[in-house]
Structures are given as structure tokens and as C-alpha cells.
């Protein structure tokens, strides 16, 4: 995994930002498209994005020839809900990807001036708390109208578009929040002509810079450290959103068997059931079945596109279906009769602290169905790879894990044709509430 940094001119680098990043526990992976780097077609093992800035227009392929294949990677980004950061140029890519306008502005603004923060800025991840007037450079002439639905973060009466942010995960600046002084003296190395309309560039250089940095410093750090925490979230984003679309008809055959998992769970009209990591939702119509008309499906999933895909398929009538952190659930203990999960808990980071808190908000005797459309035998010949012993879904582990976190082991059963694992919550054991990370929203 690592932050991909593309990169337009080779005086524009990331400098401060690779700074934070790195500071982070982040590796950075640079795509300089100056030097012909390719543009990586898809997000799959990247954290985060960070777009540079350049002397191209985002509103014209002249010139610029990965302009499409950038609009394209900032898309996905923004259906997977990557951390993204644009700088001036990247920020205008942005803008444009999510639905906005670029276009050329009214004349240069370079050299160092101050922004105004709006009131959006005061419960920004990144911008709350700073000063409402910030010192900053400016180095561009071309200005972007901002899509529907963005927020506006930071002003200026030239160019009112300064800072910006796109969903709850992609910020853009027209500014350059990255430079120290070494950046400033490229830019102005490179771009001699535009540096000579701003008297005393360099001069007051440390001066700005000194100003700058402790909201500069802080901002960043604090992009860093929200695309670290949401590392693993970004990771099944990354995979699931670009497939969403087709996940339905890969596996259309799959219908009977996640009716016949649920059925294994004996649930009771008016229950209260979840399904974790629901994706689509094809456990959802035998989920409310079950439960009848008087009770409660949830349906969780950390991918938005996942969730989407199920609503356009008519499962939001079936179930509410919630974005939210399956090892973090927005629900009170004890209130929860059934859990379904198709998948998920042998890609969880730490699946003994999601037993933990799946036995938090289960009611004592509540039934968990651990559920696998194929055995993990088939499962790992598909994919060219042996069994694994430290597997959490073997036998021999999943049982004390269950058992250490709240949960009795029923029924285990790993055929050819599926995987399921019953237990059920434990009256005796007590698990600690967990606090969530990121509020759940409905689809």
C-alpha cells in the first residue's frame, strides 16, 4: 500500500506533503508523468492520492496528454472515497472530475497573499481550528466554478475559489500548501517570468514561510493521519467500488445458497438482524423474510457504490442500508438477535476485536452465520494458493476466537460448494463498547 503522488513538472514535487505522509508511516509512490510514468489505471493498493500542480490547463487536453487518464483516477477515487489531495493544477483536475468547470481566469495571481476560511472550514477534518485569515502562495491563472454539492473552504476576493472540499474525503487548494523554501525557489527557477510579477518572491520567502508553516504543518499532518486510519476502509473501497456495478451478474447464481445460510440462523418475525459487509445485498430478501414485515434488517458496508448498487436494486425497501465500519457498529449493546457475514471476517484487520464487537450489540443467544458462497479449499485453488494454518476461518482457530470473544461454536461445515460457521452469543460473557470512527450514514 502506499500514497500515489502524480506529479506534472519536475520543479513541483510534494515536498511538505510527502513530509506529513512519510511522517505518517506512509510510503510514497510517485507517478511523474514529465518523465512519461503511466498513469495507473485503477486505485488498487493505494492509500491515498495526491495530485501536484503544473502549467497545463485542466480544461483542455493541449498540451497535456494524461488529462483524461488523471480525470479518470480522480473519479475513482472519489466513488471509493480515497483520501485525495489536488494542489492548484490537481485541485482544478478535481474540481472538474466531480462535476465542476475549469477555465481560464481573469489574470495571474502569483506571489504570497491571504485567504479567508468560510464558516464551512470550522468543522473541516483538515481546516478546523485555523485562523480565519491564512498566508499562503499563490502560482496560477486559471480558476474552476466548483460542482454541485462541494463545499467551499477558503476565499479571496480575485479568485474565490481557494480551498475546497468534494464528498467527506477529497480536499482541493488553488493555493500551494506544500512549499517550504526549497519549493518556493523551484517554482521560481522554473517559471522566471511569472515569479518577476510578484516583487520580492524569494526575499520574503522565510518571512511568509514562517507564518505559513504551523497551519500549513497542521493541515497536512492532519491528511496524513486521516488517510493512515483509514488505510484498510480504503483498501476493500478500492477493490469493490469499480466492480459494483457488475457484482450482481458475476454472481447471480449465488441466491440459493445465501437463502439457504440464512435459513441455518432460525431467525423469528420480529427479530432485529444485520448483515455485515452486505455489498449488494444478496442476503437481504432472505434476511427480511425471516423476520417478517414487523422486524429489523440492517445491512452495513464500508463501500458506498456497494450500497448503491443494492438500492438500485430495490433492497433499500428490504432493509436500511447503512456506509458504516463493520468492527465499530452505531448501535446500543445487547440489541441485535442475528448477524450475517458473507466474506468478511478473514479480511478484517483484527477479526478478534470485531467478534468482540458483534457480541456487544447481540443479544444473549443471538446467532451468527459466518457464510462463504464457496469452501475455502475451492477458494484458495481459484486463486493459485494453498491453505493456509494461521487461517482465522480453520477450524482450530475459529473456535477459541470465537469463544475468547463472546461466541459458542455451533455448527462448522466447509464443503466444496460453501463455508459456514453458527455460533451463538454466549449468556455469560460480556463485551466493552467500542466507539466508532466514522459515523454511519445511510445509502
Not at 22 to 41: Q, T
Not at 93 to 99: C, E, Q, R, T
Not at 151 to 173: E, H, I, K, M, N
Not at 278 to 301: F, K, Q
Request: glycine share 10%; aromatic share 4%; with cysteine.
Amino acid at each position: 500500500m502506499s500514497v500515489l503522488v502524480v506529479q506534472h513538472v519536475p520543479g513541483e514535487g510534494p515536498y511538505v506533503i510527502g513530509t506529513a505522509l512519510e511522517n505518517a508511516g506512509l510510503r510514497l509512490r510517485h507517478c511523474r508523468v514529465w518523465a512519461g510514468d503511466p498513469v495507473p489505471a485503477d486505485l488498487e493498493g493505494v492509500e491515498a492520492l495526491v495530485l501536484m500542480g503544473g502549467p497545463a490547463a485542466a480544461h483542455s487536453d493541449d498540451g497535456f496528454p494524461t488529462r483524461r487518464a488523471e480525470l479518470a483516477l480522480l473519479r475513482a477515487a472519489l466513488a471509493a472515497d480515497v483520501p485525495t489531495l489536488g494542489v492548484c493544477l490537481g485541485a482544478q483536475l478535481l474540481a472538474v472530475a466531480a462535476g465542476g468547470t475549469a477555465r481560464v481566469g481573469s489574470g495571474l495571481q502569483v506571489g504570497w497573499g491571504s485567504v479567508r476560511s468560510t464558516p464551512a472550514a470550522r468543522t473541516d477534518p483538515l481546516l478546523a481550528g485555523l485562523p480565519e485569515q491564512l498566508r499562503v502562495l499563490h502560482w496560477h491563472g486559471d480558476t474552476v466554478d466548483l460542482p454541485a454539492g462541494a463545499t467551499l473552504l477558503a476565499s479571496c476576493d480575485q479568485y474565490p475559489v481557494q480551498a475546497f472540499r468534494v464528498g467527506g474525503s477529497a480536499w482541493g487548494t488553488q493555493f500551494h500548501p506544500e512549499v517550504d523554501a526549497e519549493a518556493v525557489d523551484a517554482l521560481a527557477t522554473a517559471f522566471p517570468e511569472e515569479a518577476a510579477s510578484a516583487p520580492g518572491l524569494r526575499e520574503s520567502a522565510a518571512a511568509e514561510l514562517a507564518v505559513m508553516a504551523p497551519q500549513r504543518d497542521l493541515v497536512l499532518a492532519r491528511f496524513a493521519s486521516l488517510a493512515a486510519a483509514r488505510a484498510s476502509h480504503t483498501a476493500t473501497r478500492t477493490f469493490f467500488a469499480p466492480r459494483a456495478d457488475s457484482w450482481e451478474t458475476r454472481f447471480a447464481d449465488d441466491a440459493p445458497a445465501y437463502a439457504a445460510a440464512v435459513a441455518r440462523m432460525d431467525l423469528r418475525p420480529g427479530q432485529t438482524v444485520l448483515d455485515l459487509g452486505c455489498g449488494t445485498g444478496r442476503a437481504l430478501p432472505p434476511l427480511r423474510e425471516a423476520v417478517g414485515a414487523t422486524g429489523t434488517v440492517l445491512g452495513l458496508d464500508v463501500t458506498q457504490a456497494m450500497l448503491t448498487t443494492a438500492a438500485k436494486a430495490g433492497r433499500d425497501r428490504l432493509a436500511r442500508l447503512l456506509l458504516a465500519d463493520c468492527t465499530q457498529l452505531p448501535l446500543p449493546s445487547g440489541v441485535v438477535d442475528g448477524i450475517f457475514s458473507a466474506g468478511l471476517l478473514d479480511h478484517l484487520p483484527d477479526p478478534e476485536q470485531a467478534l468482540r464487537e458483534w457480541a456487544r450489540v447481540s443479544a444473549p443467544g443471538a446467532a451468527l452465520l459466518l457464510f462463504h458462497p464457496s469452501g475455502r479449499v475451492e477458494r484458495a485453488a481459484r486463486h493459485g494458493r494453498p491453505l493456509s494454518p494461521s487461517d482465522p476461518l480453520a477450524e482450530p482457530n475459529l473456535r477459541p476466537m470465537l469463544e475468547h470473544n463472546g461466541w459458542q461454536l455451533e455448527l462448522y461445515d466447509d464443503a466444496r460448494e460453501h463455508f459456514l460457521a453458527l455460533a451463538l452469543r454466549s449468556a455469560d460473557a460480556t463485551s466493552a463498547p467500542s466507539g466508532t470512527t466514522e459515523p454511519a450514514r445511510s445509502a
